[in-house]
Each structure stands twice: as C-alpha cells, then as structure tokens.
C-alpha cells in the first residue's frame, strides 16, 4: 500500500520521480536507475537498483493508456559501496601518483611506451626541453641502453637501479632510476622513479674533499711532529760536537794530547750519527 517514492530519500524524491516517470512512461524500459534510500531507524542509506517497464492497455477508445509499472528492484548498497570505495582509493591512489615529490612513470616494456607520468616527471621533461612524445628516450642513450636496462630489470623484478646524469639548465644533475616490473592490463610493465641525488652528490663531494683535507693535515702534522724531532736530535748532535771541539782547541799546556785526540774522536762520532739521521 506504499507509494514507490519511499525507495528514495525525501531530499531526492522529485528527481528520482522525475527519471522514474520518464522512463516508465516512454517506449523504453527503466533500467538499472539507482536510488538511495534511508531505512527508518538507519544511520547509513542503502542503494535501490530499479529496472521496471510501463504497463498499458488499450481503452474503449482504441487508445493506450499507461496503467502502471511492473518491474525489479534490487538491494545494489554493497556493490555500490565496493564501486564508493574502489573511486575513494583510485581517488588516494592518484594524487599520491600526482603530488609525489619523485618523478614517476609507468611504461611498457617492449617498446618503451609511456602509459602514465606525474606533475614531477613532466617538470623533469620540461627542464630538459624536451617533449615526451609516447616515450622517455631521454632516459636512455639509446635504444640498446634502454633494452640492457629492461633486460637487468627483467632478472630482477622486484626492484632494479642504476644511476643516470642528466644535462638539466647547463649543469648536470644526478638521478637514481628505480624499477619495477609489474603486469598492467595484459603488458609487461616498468613501474619507475627518478629520485633526485644531486644535494647528496655534492654532500657526498664536500664530505670526500673535507676528508682529503684532514687527512692532508693529517700528513702535515706528522710532517711536522718528525721535523721536529730530527731537529731535535740533530740540535743534540751538534751541541756534542760544538762541545768537545771546544774542549780540543783549549790551549795545548791544559790539554794533554791524548784527550785532545779523544775529543776529536768524538767531534767525528757525533758528525757519524748526524750522517746517519740526514741518511734517515
């Protein structure tokens, strides 16, 4: 004894009524026309399918005249809730794709074809001058570099790397380029990022350079520790020598001759040992 509206929500019952008439009082059938419903008592609404043809018949007249609907309805809340979550997650899935700060593209493996990139890849693109065209040969030195790399990746699918540089605005900047094999659509796939390695290029160039600078250093400072003890000794050498040579030219009444030939015996000992440390 219900009126149909009651499959459809109060706020939306003119428009349902509105599809629902003009359809069910023309020649075609209503098919799969989707109406939301709220159940009393029901905190979520559920969605009504409605697939419904117009009853005629023929007046005394020989007219027609429309005299109702016959048709289905079915409960479509969980497909409808599958099809509501399916977007939501194609929805969060694309603007992760799109706001990623890495440049990512998606493209077949045989030729080369590229079936999706984002806002990263396309700045990447257009930094460079060029226009993609289907593929992304600027990737590539060529065709052969671009099979060696898909050949690697094919023996690796789970991930597959390999440095690039690229001659971005004069300067060449530095990129890894990651991939990995998936099956889209019925095509061997490569799923593949450009990440940005230029900032770590030269933080890794500064930290090389800061080394070879401690280490020079490093070098100087034994240089120096070494330099100063052979002056050392050597200042130690030559005090001996100064100090028996002055020993021997005391005049000869206070100096008996054989100490005088003991003094210069060590005058020759003391020049040996600074032979020796110079020949060190």
């Known amino acids: 004894g219900?009126?149909?509206?009651?499959?459809?929500?109060?706020?939306?019952?003119?428009?349902?009524?509105?599809?629902f008439n003009e359809r069910r009082r023309g020649e075609r059938a209503t098919r799969h026309v989707e109406l939301r419903a709220l159940p009393p008592g029901a905190s979520e609404p559920?969605?009504?399918?409605?697939?419904?043809m117009g009853i005629w018949r023929?007046?005394?007249?020989?007219?027609?005249?429309?005299?109702?609907?016959?048709?289905?309805a079915r409960n479509g809340t969980k497909r409808r809730t599958t099809e509501l979550a399916l977007s939501d997650s194609q929805r969060k899935f694309f603007t992760l794709f799109e706001s990623s700060p890495d440049a990512i593209f998606i493209s077949r493996l045989d030729t080369g074809e590229l079936l999706e990139t984002n806002e990263s890849f396309r700045q990447i693109a257009q930094a460079l001058g060029v226009a993609l065209r289907g593929r992304a040969d600027f990737l590539w030195l060529n065709d052969t570099h671009r099979m060696v790399f898909t050949a690697g990746l094919r023996r690796t699918p789970d991930r597959f790397r390999q440095e690039v540089a690229l001659l971005i605005h004069g300067e060449a900047q530095h990129f890894e380029l990651a991939a990995r094999h998936s099956v889209i659509e019925q095509y061997d796939c490569m799923l593949g990022t450009l990440r940005d390695l230029t900032v770590q290029k030269s933080g890794e160039r500064e930290r090389i350079a800061l080394e070879?600078?401690?280490?020079?250093?490093?070098?100087?400072?034994?240089?120096?520790?070494?330099?100063?003890g052979i002056a050392h000794d050597f200042n130690n050498i030559l005090a001996s020598m100064i100090g028996?040579?002055?020993?021997?030219?005391?005049p000869s009444e206070r100096v008996a001759e054989e100490k005088r030939q003991a003094y210069l015996e060590q005058v020759i000992a003391a020049g040996q040992r600074a032979r020796d440390l110079i020949a060190q």
């Open 244 to 250: 028996y040579t002055e020993l021997a030219l005391r």
């Open 46 to 52: 559920i969605y009504v399918e409605i697939t419904a």
């Open 212 to 228: 070879q600078q401690l280490q020079q250093a490093r070098k100087l400072e034994a240089i120096g520790q070494l330099a100063g």
């Open 58 to 72: 023929n007046t005394s007249a020989g007219e027609r005249s429309f005299f109702g609907t016959y048709g289905v």
């Open 2 to 19: 219900q009126h149909w509206t009651i499959l459809s929500e109060p706020e939306h019952v003119e428009k349902a009524h509105f599809v």
